[in-house]
């Protein structure tokens, strides 16, 4: 897929080796409250995401988890500029994308790309396959010919475990693993470094999900791709993701090593999630503490004062914990991090 790989800028390096891919400081994502039917006034802000910050190393996978609505998708669409941030920068691959002009921002788009969480609703019902992955590289301008256009389309249909003669096939005559892999295929189209997987097997059935979360292991170790994995499923995380970072209610409260968050989680937020994760030995599961959270998730255009957990968590502190603002990520133990006030404690 050498052909339709374009040259990727320095990446920033770091003290302990890894090369940074992608690199999130205090961004932030309002969408704004209008009121009035003709003069309209902004009269709050919708905070999806609130001064979040992360890297991705290269060739890694970063697990985004949390309850629905706490900001996940939001923050893959912004950081790939599909929405444009209310604040904070995304630097991608030493290149800071909230500054970039609309034609640098293009050129970088080859080296970025989303499989989405609906793999029909991302799927144009009136393109045939051949066209919806051949898209981007006719917009970029990739491959003129259209024989070479062709024969590089269904490689890529074969590589995803599709059958390449359906390149004229609709949409519409594919089950919903196959149109995901159509997704993958349009992703790889422009021999991206980075993907976004938003919620990729969340609208699958379980039996093909295994199927898929393997496809996009075997692609990430032949074509060297970082991935930001945004999922509900806490168990295909631990599976696929070599770091997972939590989010809640717009922010992240706990992010490290996939090992670690799972065997020695420090926020409550990760405790109560992680309780909730079944556990096929009969005998463990009986054993078991489950946590279950009061109350409902607060709405992100009015989070609690303090911290934002302060509503639900069964050990806030009265007085520190709904009075001073929300905690910063402190690094507990080496690439391990937690935003909370009793993080000492619980260490």
């Keep these: 897929m050498s052909s339709a790989a374009s040259a990727p800028a320095v990446a920033k390096p770091q003290q302990d080796g ?5 690199e999130v400081t205090n961004l932030k994502k309002h969408f704004p ?3 009035g039917l003709i003069i309209q006034r902004q009269v709050g802000a919708v905070k999806a ?23 996940k998708s939001t923050t893959g669409r912004t950081v790939l500029q599909l ?11 030493g290149k800071d994308l909230t500054s970039l002009s609309s034609s640098e921002l293009r050129k970088m788009r080859r080296r970025m790309q989303m499989i989405f969480q ?11 396959v051949g066209n919806i992955v051949s898209e981007p590289l006719r917009i970029h301008n990739i491959i003129q010919n259209r024989n070479e256009l062709q024969e590089y389309v269904e490689n890529l249909l074969q590589r995803v475990g599709l059958n390449p003669y359906y390149v004229n096939r609709y949409p519409h005559e594919f089950s919903g693993g196959q149109r995901q892999r159509i997704g993958i295929a349009r992703a790889l189209a422009l021999n991206p470094s980075f993907i ?3 919620e990729p097997i969340s609208a699958l059935d379980v039996s093909i999900q295994a199927q898929v979360v393997n496809l996009l ?25 070599d770091r997972v970072a939590v989010m809640y209610l717009g922010k ?8 670690e968050v799972y065997e020695n989680p420090l926020h409550p937020y990760t405790h109560a999630l992680l309780s909730a994760v079944p556990v096929p030995d009969p005998m463990v599961e009986r054993t078991r503490q489950r946590i279950i959270l009061t109350g409902d998730l607060p709405s992100p255009a009015r989070p609690p004062i303090g911290c934002n957990f302060n509503t639900r968590c069964p050990i806030a502190i009265p007085g520190i914990c709904y009075q001073e603002p929300d905690p910063p990520l402190v690094e507990i133990t080496p690439g391990h991090w937690a935003a909370c006030h009793r993080v000492s404690e619980l260490n």
């Design 18 to 22: 890894r090369e940074v891919v992608l």
């Design 33 to 35: 409250i209008n009121s």
């Design 49 to 71: 995401v609130d001064d979040i910050s992360f890297k991705v190393y290269k060739g890694e996978t970063l697990g985004l988890v949390g309850e629905s609505g706490c900001g």
């Design 83 to 93: 929405y444009k941030p209310t604040s904070g920068s995304v630097v991608f691959e």
């Design 118 to 128: 609906d793999p029909f609703a991302s799927l144009n019902p009136r393109m045939s």
């Design 196 to 198: 976004v997987c938003d």
């Design 217 to 241: 292991e075997e692609l990430q170790e032949e074509f060297n791709l970082t991935y930001l994995f945004i999922a509900h499923d806490l168990s295909m995380v631990r599976h696929i993701c």
């Design 252 to 259: 992240i409260v706990e992010v490290g090593p996939t090992d």
